[in-house]
């Protein structure tokens, strides 16, 4: 059973302007068509639906005969056209055969916009590259030719990204890697024992300078690969690779020089009351991610930064010269104890003064064991007063100590290492060695007091 209404149809004309125009279109009910109409009516009546034919018009005289034998119209690929987003009412789309006009058995494929979309099928491939498929589907195949022209792009792509990268770094090395430009020597030295280097993309110079970028300017892996040419998952590979191997180098760059050396640099204000001070002492903490189990919570939690904290120990000289630094240990842990496990003890020199802040001083058995002296304000006990002369010396300590924060800061430049860096714990095991590389550097810099 079908069923003649009359429908209002937008017709745009010549002049842009909308005509409306009322003609008999053929709708078949699916009701019906399941119960009386035959598989070739209801193919012919949703192609006269679909394509807003006039029903009159589908004669042999006045009709072409590629309409005549149109092929069918499934479900299907009624369905794939409406989720591209077209309406078939403005017939944006027209129906072909992927084979000759007169198989009607081959899978229609619809061009959307000079777009082809072959039928839903399990069996269609989009790039597939058989002999019998049409050649608008190789709109969708990308050509040797064309993917060598990707792959000689992109190789020249990374070439300039990598020389840029060099070229940036030589013009201002402490801004993208810490290492001041007199000093960009130490560069080739590691280089020349750098000698394991698979790709040929980058050289051992490059793998240095990506570490300490990684450390200087905390970017992610991807950006590095970025600026180096290579891939974020390869440069990942190269900083854990390599960052102990230049790590053991700087080390030998924080050591405690002798006394001569220190009282030979020694400030001018430390020269009146503290001229036997060689070593200053202070903590850092650097943040962390939230560690997964419970107890490696409890061990990283600091009370003083309200966070999941790796803690440091960190010593320098009165000229702002970095003479121990320790390995990092959980944020839980008070300056006390770290000083007494961390083996700084074991690295003082006998009859020197550690200057120090009021929270070590419950060092001052272990530093006198030591035959040291440890300067520090005075503590204040609860409802005292100091006395005139010890707040006037509470506060010459506190003056000349405050250039180990100064340092401190010097060292938090490198980004990594930050108060709030928030380092991801796959990185966490080369805190330590970062840590190393950073105080090595900084040993390179001026020096702190003039």
């Known amino acids: 059973m079908s069923v003649d209404v009359t429908t209002h149809h937008e017709d745009h004309g010549n002049n842009g302007t909308v005509q409306r125009s009322q003609y008999p279109t053929r709708i ?6 399941m119960t009386q109409a035959t598989g070739e009516d209801i193919d012919r009546a949703m192609f006269i639906h679909l394509n807003n034919i006039q029903p009159e018009l589908m004669s042999a005289e006045n009709c072409p005969p590629q309409v005549l034998t149109a092929p069918k119209i499934t479900a299907a690929s009624s369905y794939q056209t409406k989720s591209l987003g077209f309406s078939p009412s403005k017939s944006l ?13 081959e899978r229609p494929v619809l061009k959307i916009n000079d777009v082809c979309v072959e ?3 399990e069996t269609t491939s989009v790039c597939s590259n058989d002999d019998d498929q049409d050649d608008s589907d190789t709109s969708y195949c990308p050509s040797e030719e064309s993917r060598e022209e990707d792959d000689e792009d992109t190789l020249a792509f990374q070439r300039l990204s990598l020389s840029r990268t060099r070229k940036l770094i030589s013009m201002q090395p402490r801004r993208y890697i810490g290492v001041p430009e007199d000093r960009l020597s130490i560069i080739p030295l590691l280089a020349y024992k750098v000698t394991e280097i698979q790709s040929g993309k980058v050289s051992a110079e490059d793998v240095i300078y990506l570490i300490l970028r990684k450390i200087r300017l905390n970017e992610s892996f991807t950006i590095l690969g970025n600026e180096f040419g290579v891939s974020g998952s390869y440069a990942g590979k190269l900083f854990t690779k390599y960052i102990s191997f230049i790590a053991d180098h700087f080390k030998e760059l ?6 001569e050396t220190v ?12 001229s036997g001070v060689e070593s200053i002492i202070d903590c850092l903490e650097t943040a962390i991610e939230k560690p997964s189990k419970s107890m490696d919570q409890a061990l990283t939690w600091s009370d003083y930064k309200s966070a999941n904290t790796v803690k440091f120990l960190i010593s320098v000289t009165p000229s702002g010269f970095v003479n121990y630094i320790s390995e990092g240990y959980g944020g839980r842990i008070s300056d006390e104890l770290i000083t007494s496990v961390c083996g700084y003890l074991d690295e003082l020199p006998s009859g020197i003064c550690v200057m120090a802040d009021r929270g070590f001083k419950s060092i001052e058995p272990m530093i ?9 304000p ?3 006990s609860s409802g005292g007063k100091l006395a005139k002369n010890d707040v006037i010396q509470s506060r010459k300590i506190a003056a000349l100590r405050i250039h180990v924060e100064r340092l401190i800061r010097r060292v938090r430049e490198f980004l990594l290492l930050s ?10 095991k080369h805190v330590d060695d970062a840590m190393s590389i950073a105080c090595g550097l900084v040993n390179l810099q001026p020096p702190l007091i003039k």
Do not use: G
């Open 419 to 428: 108060p709030h860096a928030c380092i991801n714990m796959n990185l966490i």
């Open 93 to 105: 789309w027209t129906v072909t055969s992927s084979a000759d006009q007169n198989s009607l058995t």
């Open 263 to 274: 009282k030979k640099n020694l400030p001018i204000a430390f020269r009146k009351n503290f």
């Open 378 to 380: 005075c503590s204040v």
């Open 28 to 33: 078949v009910h699916f009701r019906s068509v």
């Open 254 to 259: 924080v050591y405690w020089p002798k006394s």
């Open 119 to 121: 039928e839903l099928s």
């Open 368 to 376: 006198v064991e030591k035959k040291c002296v440890l300067v520090r």
